[in-house]
């Protein structure tokens, strides 16, 4: 899908972006870990699903929404309390 190392950086930026669009809900993540993520997903997808297409996309996407998911519910900011 991506090669290279800044292939995975572009890649991650695209996948991490459209993974937060697709998750519903609000946000606690910055842009560089949305990158992060993204090029993990699409670390992940290159790996399960070698060569391109539209479903190794689909497949990075949702990789990075489990990704995002799972990150969000570790580093959950306590909000405060309401009066």
Known sequence: MFHGF????IGGAIVGVL?????P???????????LIGAAGAAIAGTL???SGAMSWVVAIATAVILLIVYQGVFKR?????D
């Open 25 to 35: 809900g609000p946000e606690n993540v910055g842009l560089i870990m949305t990158i």
């Open 6 to 9: 800044f292939g995975y950086l």
């Open 49 to 51: 699903m070698p060569g």
């Open 78 to 82: 306590p909000r405060p309390p309401r």
């Open 19 to 23: 993974a937060r669009i697709v998750k």
